[in-house]
């Protein structure tokens, strides 16, 4: 079969990998001139920057897809040139229940094996079945499947992750060290199954990593890969509609957006608008896109989602000496204020109700710190990787809190950096911005309601209860990406590409 795959992210790209490795052919079809989507590297002005995914976790994921794409472990290693980040985060945390201000390094500095053990216990019995694995309710119709499950729900995975960390960990600030990923999973960890600690035990029991050229560096293997497999990646081309008939995929239309590329295969229509005919598609676009692809097809959309809340990330250029002199000398910073539940209700509130955060909490990223000041991707000439920091400020997403990005996104950012300045990020607001991007930016790259964190992943969005691979009514298509199970992250997508794999060639 020619299967084609619309965007080149790590689900696409994952895809693409697993179907070559099945024996298939492959189109993959981006809209950017660049792959990696979410998880990419830009260069801007001399500087690399991640504009998404910045802690990368389970690389095996990665090597996996590679090696079904054939590279083997040992070439694969050598070109993604992953680096160790030590700690995975730092903590930063104000005066809290008496403690005087504090810094907590993850995981040396948490001493809370009770806790890592259930959290071990968790991803084990939780991972290869109910992350890993088909999640159509048929297929856990089995004595084993069931049996699994209980095992879950013995385990606690059912109740409350705040609930679960409470039970066993007294130190208030080594709580939230272990409960922030509910962020990554769109909801408060009061209002997390405590099933999610695996996204903490994947970052702080599992280990980070850093690709020594930038994050992006990921995609580009695995699309070196394709290429050397036999498929293609076509970049700077649209998919704009999919055609077929009711029921049935044929092939796909895309708009080249590139000056002077041209599309081998494909019969061009129109002013720069080509057809390209395919056995079936995997569609790893965000709701917006795809459920405007499906329509005309008789594809169905899901029932209204909940969605996770969004964020604001600014990338800066800071003197490096300046740095020098921060209060954490980490990679990932997480830079807490006091509140806690309030920052969470404020950025999660249903409909019209979100609110900017009154006391908030950041993410301060600086890669330098894992890959030195200057990275394998820039010549021997080019400086100035060492000064880049990347802030990430959770906020609501639009149907949250319908705010005005585009008038109010520079004065919250500059209201941000400020803040960081006087918590002891000197300079960080002297510093040249590189670039924004607020809910505005990622509703105009076509991302439900302007969050790039798709459905929150609560109990009702969540393994079976989540949007599957499989799309009602269309025999050959599927999707891969957050907005489908497993779920949002870089490992999630990964999964979600191999089991769109799986999923259209058994169909
Ligand atoms: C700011 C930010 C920080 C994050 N931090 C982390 C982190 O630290 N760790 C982590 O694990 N995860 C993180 N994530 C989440 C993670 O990056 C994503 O969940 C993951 O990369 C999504 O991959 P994907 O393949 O599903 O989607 P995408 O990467 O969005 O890929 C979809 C692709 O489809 C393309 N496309 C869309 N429409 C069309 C069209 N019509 N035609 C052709 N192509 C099209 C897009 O350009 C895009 O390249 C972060 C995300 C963001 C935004």
């Given at each position: 079969?020619?299967?084609?795959?619309?965007?080149?992210?790590?689900?696409?790209l994952?895809?693409?990998?697993?179907?070559?490795?099945?024996?298939?052919?492959?189109?993959?079809?981006?809209?950017?001139?660049?792959?990696?989507?979410?998880?990419?590297?830009?260069?801007?002005?001399?500087?690399?920057?991640?504009?998404?995914?910045?802690?990368?976790?389970?690389?095996?994921?990665?090597?996996?897809?590679?090696?079904?794409?054939?590279?083997?472990?040992?070439?694969?290693?050598?070109?993604?040139?992953?680096?160790?980040?030590?700690?995975?985060?730092?903590?930063?945390?104000?005066?809290?229940?008496?403690?005087?201000?504090?810094?907590?390094?993850?995981?040396?500095?948490?001493?809370?094996?009770?806790?890592?053990?259930?959290?071990?216990?968790m991803?084990?019995a939780?991972?290869?079945?109910?992350?890993?694995?088909?999640?159509?309710?048929?297929?856990?119709?089995?004595?084993?499947?069931?049996?699994?499950?209980?095992?879950?729900?013995?385990?606690?995975?059912?109740?409350?992750?705040?609930?679960?960390?409470?039970?066993?960990?007294?130190?208030?600030?080594?709580?939230?060290?272990?409960?922030?990923?509910?962020?990554?999973?769109?909801?408060?960890?009061?209002?997390?199954?405590?099933?999610?600690?695996?996204?903490?035990?994947?970052?702080?029991?599992?280990?980070?990593?850093?690709?020594?050229?930038?994050?992006?560096?990921?995609?580009?293997?695995?699309?070196?890969?394709?290429?050397?497999?036999?498929?293609?990646?076509?970049?700077?081309?649209?998919?704009?509609?999919?055609?077929?008939?009711?029921?049935?995929?044929?092939?796909?239309?895309?708009?080249?957006?590139?000056?002077?590329?041209?599309?081998?295969?494909?019969?061009?229509?129109?002013?720069?608008?080509?057809?390209?005919?395919?056995?079936?598609?995997?569609?790893?676009?965000?709701?917006?896109?795809?459920?405007?692809?499906?329509?005309?097809?008789?594809?169905?959309?899901?029932?209204?989602?909940?969605?996770?809340?969004?964020?604001?990330?600014?990338?800066?250029?800071?003197?490096?000496?300046?740095?020098?002199?921060?209060?954490?000398?980490?990679?990932?910073?997480?830079?807490?204020?006091?509140?806690?539940?309030?920052?969470?209700?404020?950025?999660t509130?249903?409909?019209?109700?979100?609110?900017?955060?009154?006391?908030?909490s950041?993410?301060?990223?600086?890669?330098?710190?894992?890959?030195?000041?200057?990275?394998?991707?820039?010549?021997?000439?080019?400086?100035?990787?060492?000064?880049?920091?990347?802030?990430?400020?959770?906020?609501?997403?639009?149907?949250?809190?319908?705010?005005?990005?585009?008038s109010?996104?520079?004065?919250?950012?500059?209201?941000?950096?400020?803040?960081?300045?006087?918590?002891?990020?000197?300079?960080?607001?002297?510093?040249e911005?590189?670039?924004v991007?607020?809910?505005?930016?990622?509703?105009?790259?076509?991302?439900?309601?302007?969050?790039?964190?798709?459905?929150?992943?609560?109990l009702?969005?969540?393994?079976?209860?989540?949007?599957?691979?499989?799309?009602?009514?269309?025999?050959?298509?599927?999707?891969?990406?957050?907005?489908?199970?497993?779920?949002?992250?870089?490992?999630?997508?990964?999964?979600?590409?191999?089991?769109?794999?799986e999923?259209?060639?058994?169909?």
């Amino acid at each position: 079969m020619h299967i084609g795959i619309i965007g080149a992210g790590l689900s696409g790209l994952s895809a693409a990998l697993h179907l070559l490795g099945a024996g298939h052919r492959v189109t993959v079809v981006e809209r950017s001139p660049q792959v990696g989507g979410r998880a990419g590297t830009e260069r801007i002005r001399g500087h690399l920057v991640d504009p998404g995914a910045s802690v990368l976790t389970m690389p095996e994921l990665v090597f996996d897809a590679l090696a079904a794409g054939g590279l083997d472990r040992f070439a694969a290693e050598d070109e993604l040139d992953l680096l160790p980040v030590t700690p995975a985060y730092a903590g930063r945390f104000p005066a809290l229940d008496g403690l005087p201000p504090s810094v907590l390094h993850v995981p040396d500095d948490l001493a809370v094996d009770e806790h890592m053990r259930w959290q071990q216990a968790m991803f084990d019995a939780a991972y290869e079945r109910f992350i890993g694995g088909d999640a159509a309710w048929r297929s856990y119709a089995n004595p084993r499947d069931l049996a699994r499950l209980g095992k879950l729900v013995r385990l606690g995975a059912l109740r409350s992750m705040q609930h679960q960390v409470d039970r066993r960990v007294d130190d208030s600030r080594a709580r939230r060290m272990l409960t922030f990923q509910a962020l990554y999973a769109g909801v408060a960890p009061s209002a997390a199954r405590a099933v999610y600690a695996v996204i903490s035990h994947m970052d702080v029991g599992l280990g980070v990593w850093y690709p020594r050229a930038g994050m992006g560096r990921v995609a580009s293997v695995m699309a070196d890969q394709v290429r050397r497999a036999g498929g293609a990646v076509l970049l700077d081309h649209e998919v704009i509609g999919l055609d077929g008939r009711r029921g049935r995929v044929t092939g796909l239309r895309a708009r080249s957006l590139g000056a002077g590329r041209g599309t081998s295969g494909a019969d061009r229509t129109s002013a720069g608008v080509h057809q390209l005919p395919f056995d079936g598609v995997v569609l790893t676009a965000d709701s917006p896109v795809t459920d405007r692809l499906l329509a005309p097809l008789g594809g169905r959309a899901p029932r209204r989602v909940r969605l996770s809340p969004s964020a604001v990330v600014a990338h800066l250029d800071v003197d490096p000496d300046l740095q020098d002199h921060w209060p954490t000398q980490a990679h990932h910073t997480l830079d807490f204020g006091a509140a806690w539940e309030r920052t969470f209700a404020e950025i999660t509130a249903t409909r019209g109700r979100g609110r900017l955060m009154s006391d908030p909490s950041f993410l301060v990223t600086r890669p330098s710190i894992t890959i030195g000041g200057a990275s394998a991707a820039s010549g021997p000439h080019e400086t100035g990787e060492g000064s880049v920091v990347s802030v990430l400020a959770p906020c609501p997403n639009l149907e949250s809190a319908p705010l005005d990005w585009d008038s109010i996104g520079v004065d919250y950012v500059r209201d941000v950096l400020r803040t960081l300045s006087r918590r002891g990020y000197r300079g960080i607001d002297s510093g040249e911005i590189l670039r924004v991007d607020t809910p505005a930016d990622w509703a105009r790259q076509g991302m439900s309601a302007g969050t790039p964190f798709a459905a929150a992943h609560t109990l009702r969005q969540t393994g079976p209860l989540r949007r599957p691979q499989r799309v009602p009514g269309i025999a050959n298509a599927v999707l891969a990406g957050s907005m489908t199970h497993p779920g949002v992250g870089v490992p999630p997508a990964l999964i979600s590409g191999r089991l769109a794999a799986e999923a259209i060639t058994a169909r």
